[in-house]
Structures are given as structure tokens and as C-alpha cells.
Nanobody
Framework: QEKLVESGGGSVQAGGSLRLSCVAS?????MGWFRQAPGKEREGVAG???????NYADSVKGRFTISRDNAKNTLYLQMTNLKPDDTGIYYC????????????????WGQGTQVTVSS
């Protein structure tokens, strides 16, 4: 059994910042963030392994920072310089895949938290 709970979503103006958190019930090799905009497919945002090695989608590089606290089983996503295209539901995910930059590595999912960026 696995439980992931996201928090920190909200509404901000373009250029603003938000910090998302995800508390997991177990430690996993990979933790990551995905997002889904209305009418669009879910896409990977960022992933991180237990050694704090991270990867990012090209669209968020330089603006978002992923981090994790292994002792607390907690994942974070610091989002800066937010754009309207960042709007969507952000999902926390975890898994035991070898590579944390691919969808197949993630097995467990949270319920999501809404992020809305206005122009």
C-alpha cells in the first residue's frame, strides 16, 4: 500500500512562485512531478532519485527545482517565474524504476493539486 499526498497548489499571476510538497508513505528510488492541463495528456515535469540527481522537462528547466527529504519521505517542487502554460493539476509520483526520467519508473500516484497561473 502506498499513499502520496500533495499540497501547496494555488493561483498566482504570471511571474509568481509556488512551492509544492508531497508526503509519501514509503521511500522509493524515484520521486517525481507530473502535470496535466485541461484537454491535454499528462506530462512529466521533473524527477529525482535518492542521491538527489534530478531531471527536468525542457519547458521548466531554469524555472523549477525538484528536491526530496529522504528521512521524511517528502518531495518538493519549487516553481518560479510561472507562466500561464504551467497551469494544470500537478501530481506527485513515486516508484522503483532504474531511471527517474521516464514514465515507466513511476508506479504510485497522488491525487493532485491544482496550479493556476493567470496572465
Amino acid at each position: 500500500q502506498e499513499k502520496l499526498v500533495e499540497s501547496g497548489g494555488g493561483s498566482v499571476q504570471a511571474g509568481g512562485s509556488l512551492r509544492l510538497s508531497c508526503v509519501a508513505s514509503n521511500r522509493r528510488a524515484c520521486m517525481g512531478w507530473f502535470r496535466q492541463a485541461p484537454g491535454k495528456e499528462r506530462e512529466g515535469v521533473a524527477g529525482i532519485d535518492t542521491r538527489d540527481r534530478s531531471n527536468y522537462a525542457d519547458s521548466v528547466k531554469g524555472r523549477f527545482t525538484i528536491s526530496r527529504d529522504n528521512a521524511k519521505n517528502t518531495l518538493y517542487l519549487q516553481m518560479t517565474n510561472l507562466k500561464p502554460d504551467d497551469t494544470g493539476i500537478y501530481y506527485c509520483a513515486a516508484g522503483d524504476g532504474l531511471y527517474c526520467d521516464r514514465f515507466a519508473s513511476y508506479r504510485y500516484w497522488g491525487q493532485g493539486t491544482q496550479v493556476t497561473v493567470s496572465s
